[in-house]
């Protein structure tokens, strides 16, 4: 049998294990008695990618070139440089229980944050996050990709494959490569690889691609000919097992005819053919084997395995094609089997945490397993996506909980019982108000999946669902205590193969012709008829989205380009539901005048501050906190010799500067200095004094109209509307909620309790208002 590597390409999120090779290497071993090797590149990648070694070589290169880059990306990166070289120690948060310490995780992705600003600014245009990695090439584009692969400035991966994989196949003398291509980002890498492979690892015969994504555009997008065939001998199609071992097969008996391999995409002769396919109809209930795998590597403080109860789903929705990428029938494994697995690698690999990779993991079953794992005493914990279902009840959530499963995953879609008919749903409103409400009185948090502008569907309907989806994740915190719970949405995606794409006249749409250049575009574009176009639902689903508007912007001119929020992974939600975190969400840091603070404390630089004078001012970044200022310079040099003196508070309201007094309490505010006594977290009340913060800014009006305001210290953002921006003129001195309630009804205006309470709550949570004491 031909010596055998499976491998998982960079292009994917580190933070835990991809399942389709483990299982794969596992039936390999146990049904065909074939011997597979695996190994995960992406983590690895990452690992590399974010290591003091290589921050530190990209620090050197935007010194070697610092002249070309604008003025306020030079002053970013002299503040966060010294932050992003602790990237080691941020990693170690993230791989250990420090982790669960919100202020160490905090401090982690900030530094995280940081060394990815300076990576990307100095990477020739590729972009890297936790969940991508962006080239300057188009990767719907087979030119392209095509161009990419022998481009060693603007594709990272050919260094990195040659500093050491290349050698590892080399030494080894690997015969087959198999590369598993799960997603869009992992195209580029995948083929880089397989021509590495080509033109230097002679001992490989055959190098094959499969996966999900691939197996789309085998189908959708390869018909006589395709590029990647001078690189990739086959491409498997669908459900891996049975393909892999008859190929497998095949090249060990020495026959060069592949037509016999099932689900197989190959070429011959400068055309592309497509073997007979087969629908699998057993399910590979082996143990998922991840030796192999750096599992130490991964960006996460708890091993989180994959695991499946079933294959396929048995509901077709409407705008759904990844189950057709699978094959098959819908089919299930025993719960008891199921249970066993996960003892196996509780076993074997100390995890007590598993994800549950089903399409849909029917509620009866989710049960089950809960009576077994209850019945057995053991300690798991667990998550997985379910469909909304009459048989649901408080009764089997209570005991789902009990089991240890700490999220569902919903597939919402709408709140509209039309648009959930017309998606192929077969869901009920009422069964979604009922399974939501029993699930988080459980104490289960949520995660809603929907999707913004269906076919037909109006504004008012895809507001209806944004609404209900805000009311949930305020329910589920305030009323439930289980802050737990998310939601994740986008716009409608016309996806090719999915029933919309195969009868667009049933659903009201004109489906646009694909670009030539963008041949391996999946999504494509479309006119509906009736209810939102495709821009406007872009455009509601952007406004809706936390990052839409920010922009880091700081005294006039001056700007500051901070990096922007970090999405690592929703694993995280579920872990802190494990450990039962405790977010400070409900509470508001109070701000303190020097006068109320003991005269013998003692000020200092908070160890994580960095400072850099750019005139006129000058710039205090804390890494701990993301936080930003800026002072003059004249009153920095005030700041400075008083630091150096060891100076206490008392020293400092002596000089009698006004000016020098206010920036220190600003900077002790934000953590950019610090003093004897922690800081102050209350719930607020109507008796305390609210003043607006002196480093705000408007930057802009939303699509509707609002204006949008920025703390520049804190980067975070509201929208108010006209009014309410008046309003927040009376905050420009310390003034109490009640007060401001007696002007306005002296002034003759009207209030709304509950709108002001918003206001005030909206712009406390993004540091336009401040608690002071």
């Avoid at 990237?87 to 791989?95: G, L, N, P």
């Avoid at 497509?274 to 590979?284: A, C, G, L, S, Y």
């Avoid at 929705?317 to 008891?336: D, E, H, L, Q, V």
């Avoid at 019982?417 to 409103?429: C, G």
Wanted: proline letters at 4%; glycine letters at 4%; one cysteine or more.
């Amino acid at each position: 049998m031909p010596k055998t590597l499976l491998v998982f390409p960079p292009g994917w999120s580190p933070v835990g294990p991809y399942l389709a090779l483990p299982i794969l290497k596992s039936y390999l071993q146990e049904v065909e008695q074939y011997k597979v090797d695996i190994v995960d590149l992406n983590v690895e990648f990452y690992d590399d990618l974010l290591s003091f070694r290589h921050v530190e070589e990209c620090c050197k290169r935007y010194r070697e070139s610092k002249d070309s880059f604008s003025s306020n990306v030079q002053l970013t990166i002299e503040l966060i440089q010294k932050s992003a070289l602790n990237v080691d120690e941020a990693k170690d948060i993230f791989r250990s229980k420090r982790y669960f310490n919100l202020k160490e995780r905090q401090y982690a992705e900030n530094i995280f944050r940081n060394a990815l600003y300076i990576i990307n600014h100095v990477s020739y245009g590729v972009k890297y996050t936790f969940n991508s990695i962006d080239l300057p090439y188009d990767y719907y584009s087979t030119p392209e990709i095509m161009k990419s692969l022998a481009d060693t400035l603007h594709n990272p991966f050919i260094s990195f494959y040659e500093t050491a994989f290349l050698k590892r196949i080399q030494r080894e003398k690997i015969q087959f490569i198999g590369i598993s291509v799960s997603g869009c980002f992992q195209l580029i890498s995948a083929v880089t690889l397989a021509k590495l492979i080509k033109e230097e690892c002679p001992s490989v015969k055959h190098v094959s691609l499969g996966g999900n994504y691939i197996t789309r555009l085998a189908d959708d997008c390869m018909k006589e000919w395709h590029p990647f065939f001078e690189y990739i001998d086959s491409i498997m199609m669908y459900d891996g097992e049975e393909p892999l071992a008859r190929l497998l097969e095949a090249l060990d008996s020495g026959d060069d005819n592949l037509d016999c391999v099932p689900n197989l995409c190959h070429a011959k002769g400068g055309k592309i053919y497509k073997n007979h396919r087969i629908e699998q109809t057993f399910i590979n209930d082996t143990v998922p084997d991840f030796d192999g795998f750096a599992l130490s590597k991964y960006f996460m403080p708890e091993l989180i395995l994959p695991v499946y109860s079933s294959r396929q789903c048995f509901n077709h929705c409407a705008f759904c094609t990844i189950p057709g990428a699978t094959g098959g029938c819908y089919r299930k494994m025993p719960i008891s089997r199921v249970f066993e697995i996960m003892c196996r690698l509780n076993e074997k690999y100390g995890t007590r945490v598993f994800s549950f990779v089903d399409e849909t993991f029917e509620g009866k079953r989710m049960e089950q397993l809960a009576d077994e794992i209850n019945a057995s005493g053991k300690t798991f914990f667990w998550h997985g996506e379910t469909r909304f279902s009459p048989t649901l009840s408080t009764e089997v959530f209570n005991k789902i909980y009990q089991s240890g499963c700490r999220q569902i995953q919903f597939g919402l879609e709408s709140y509209n019982q039309r648009v959930l008919d017309l998606m192929k749903k077969n869901t009920r409103v009422d069964w979604i108000d009922r399974n939501i409400h029993d699930c988080l009185n459980a104490g289960i948090p949520v995660h809603l999946f929907f999707m913004i502008g269906f076919p037909t569907e109006t504004k008012e309907e895809a507001l209806n669902t944004l609404a209900y989806t805000e009311n949930v994740l305020n329910y589920s915190k305030q009323v439930c205590g289980v802050p737990y719970s998310t939601r994740g949405f986008t716009n409608f995606g016309l996806v090719m193969g999915s029933d919309v794409w195969n009868h667009p006249d049933k659903y009201g749409v004109s489906v646009m012709p694909k670009s030539q250049y963008e041949d391996l575009r999946l999504e494509v574009d479309y006119v509906s008829g009736t209810g939102l176009t495709l821009n406007e639902a872009k455009s509601l689903s952007d406004e809706h989205h936390i990052d839409f508007y920010m922009q880091e912007v700081i005294n006039g001119s001056d700007t500051i380009d901070l990096p922007q929020r970090l999405h690592i992974s929703e694993v995280t939600w579920i872990l802190d539901s494990i450990h039962a975190v405790r977010y400070k969400g409900h509470l508001t840091k109070v701000k303190r005048r020097l006068t109320s603070l003991n005269p013998a404390n003692r000020i200092w630089l908070d160890s994580k501050t960095s400072v850099v004078l750019v005139e006129p001012f000058a710039y205090f970044y804390n890494s701990e906190y993301h936080h930003v200022y800026a002072v003059s310079q004249l009153v920095y040099l005030k700041l400075a010799r008083l630091l150096e003196a060891d100076c206490s508070i008392s020293l400092i309201l002596d000089q009698g500067d006004l000016e020098l007094t206010r920036a220190i309490e600003e900077l002790l505010h934000y953590g950019l200095l610090n003093t004897n006594i922690d800081a102050d977290y209350v719930m607020h009340d109507n008796g305390f004094q609210l003043v607006k913060s002196s480093f705000v800014k408007e930057v802009g009006r939303s699509k509707e109209g609002l204006r949008v305001l920025l703390s520049c210290a804190t980067h975070r953002m509201c929208a108010v509307n006209d009014f309410s921006f008046a309003l927040l003129s009376l905050f420009e001195k310390p003034i109490t909620k009640n007060e401001v309630r007696d002007i306005l009804k002296k002034e003759g205006l009207s209030t709304n309790e509950e709108q002001l309470n918003k206001l005030v709550d909206n712009c406390m949570k993004a540091d336009i208002l401040q608690l002071i004491r």
